[in-house]
């Protein structure tokens, strides 16, 4: 393993090097993409094994012991929301490939593409803060890019809200790290763990704070979430894909990781409670004010961020189990929706409802993708979000939290409710206003590229099988918790090698 960990930061800045020199090229950039995704992938399923098997695994760069040198280190949680997010990126570069090539806009795409893997990878497997700053910054440069790929106005607008906001955190996530580093005299997590027993009580809930906050606004959670629902709609869709599956979650993991770390008597749970019941209500309301596909799904990202601040919240084995679950299964299914939109988009020119209407007659494979999707994302039995939610609300439950409880249950139905207008506007009944592509398109069936098609079921795939394979998952999830609320022998002892 002390060659694996490295290597999945590495290989998809090499892969990016590569596409960049291939640039000439489309077809080799997309071959490297897929070859540098598929190795991560296996390489990610590799490192689960071993962890599940043997416990948490820390490589030490250049063979600097910690706190002094950069750590990777791969526990239960890192390793099992790593395996599935670059699952999901292969998944949507494969889609990307698939697209006309308007879509996929300029020839810089794909390493653009894998170097926001390697940020995904090295946020996952750091050691540290500054290191998972650095892993932020990697993923947002490339963001910055992806996010107004194509040029247009409305994009440029967008990802200049986005820009400043992420620009504006990172000065607050570096200047906390200072303040860490100020007070605990190191920036490596499992020792500033183990020595921020002796900073004073108030310190210690103003930087808790102010990492919550931090974390919160890349989480999307509330108040901090204005951002998103005007920033991800106008990108790409394969990019809008890949930031709806990720982005936010790895703020969620980073929100868990530091929180249970630094507050092991769970300090705060209250307020994380309170934010968890917030993002959940006002991402909800949000989603049923729309009148557009990808908006309601951008405002859905919101909602079901506040399931896993709720298992959080709860602060026992069973609560954050839940939210680490409630993760695996919302990296694919989120994504494979916005696939899905992307779908309805290249066969009709929009996404906007009052456009659309009849497309399962004229596209039963597009219908079938979004309810598969819809119905887990809605929590409906026996699908991926059901298991999910049955876990996070039996752990309320058990805690006593009756009223973040009773709200995550009535912001089930809606969502529901919100799912079933897209289905009855987009796949039921007639459009109010011709589509754009309508008259392009004929009266026959409507079909994207097949490729696309491919992407899309295979995601649609990976949360069914996160359904199929639930108690083995759940079980895996219940381990990462007990390591993340016990952290000395899983994660602190193998860093500082005691």
């Known amino acids: 393993m002390n060659l694996v960990l490295p290597l999945l930061v590495v290989l998809p800045i090499f892969g990016a090097g590569l596409s960049m020199a291939l640039w000439r090229s489309v077809p080799l950039q997309q071959i490297v993409g897929v070859a540098v995704l598929a190795a991560s992938v296996a390489l990610s399923v590799a490192m689960t094994v071993h962890v599940a098997a043997h416990g948490a695994v820390a490589v030490h ?22 395996t599935v997010s670059l699952v999901t990126v292969l998944g949507v570069f494969v889609y990307a490939v698939g697209q006309p090539r308007a879509d996929k806009g300029a020839y810089y795409f794909h390493a653009l593409y894998l170097v926001l893997t390697a940020g995904v990878s090295g946020a996952f497997l750091t050691g540290d803060l500054f290191n998972l700053f650095v892993a932020f910054e990697i993923m ?31 000065t607050l996530l570096v200047t906390t790290i200072g303040l860490i580093y100020a007070a605990t005299g190191s920036v490596n997590m499992a020792d500033v763990a183990v020595r921020f027993a002796d900073v004073p009580d108030g310190m210690q809930m103003a930087l808790g704070a102010l990492l919550l906050v931090t974390f919160g606004i890349k989480a999307a959670i509330f108040p901090l979430f204005f951002w998103l629902p005007d920033s991800y709609p106008t990108a790409p869709v394969a990019v809008t894909a890949v930031f709806a599956g990720l982005l ?3 703020g969620v993991y980073a929100i868990i990781r530091t929180q249970t770390l630094l507050f092991p008597d769970g300090g705060g749970a ?16 949000g989603a049923m004010a729309q009148d557009d596909m990808k908006r309601i799904l951008s405002f859905h990202i919101i909602s079901q961020i506040g399931y896993m601040l709720f298992g959080l919240g709860l602060y026992t084995v069973s609560g954050i189990a839940a939210a680490i679950f409630f993760v695996i299964h919302q990296i694919p299914v989120k994504t494979a929706m916005f696939l899905v939109n992307g779908l309805v988009e290249t066969v009709t020119g929009t996404a906007a409802l009052h456009s659309l209407g009849g497309l399962l007659r004229r596209s039963p494979f597009i219908a079938a993708m ?16 059901f298991f999910g939610k049955i876990a996070l609300i039996e752990a309320g439950f058990a805690r006593e939290a009756w009223v973040v409880t009773g709200i995550s249950i009535a912001v089930s139905v809606l969502t529901l409710f919100s799912m079933t207008k897209i289905w009855s506007a987009v796949f039921w009944g007639e459009p109010a206003e011709e589509p754009p592509l309508a008259s392009a398109r004929g009266t026959g069936p409507l079909r994207a590229p097949a490729l696309m098609n491919v992407a899309t079921m295979a995601l649609v795939a990976v949360t069914v099988a996160v359904a199929i394979f639930a108690q083995p998952l759940w079980e895996l999830s219940v381990r990462a918790s007990e390591q993340l609320l016990d952290a000395g022998p899983s994660y602190i002892d193998v860093v500082l090698s005691r």
């Open 61 to 82: 760069i250049g063979g600097w012991a910690a706190p002094v040198g950069i750590t990777l280190v791969a526990d239960l949680f890192a390793s099992l929301l790593l």
């Open 140 to 170: 947002l440069s490339a963001s910055y890019v992806l996010i107004t790929l194509g040029g247009r106005a409305e994009q440029v607008r967008a990802g200049m809200t986005y820009i400043v906001i992420n620009l504006l955190a990172s």
């Open 248 to 250: 936010t979650k790895i």
């Open 270 to 285: 209250t307020i994380v409670l309170v934010a968890a019941a917030l993002t959940m209500v006002f991402g909800v309301l």
């Open 370 to 385: 979004f309810l598969a999707g819809a119905l887990s994302l809605a929590g409906i039995p026996p699908l991926s979000g």
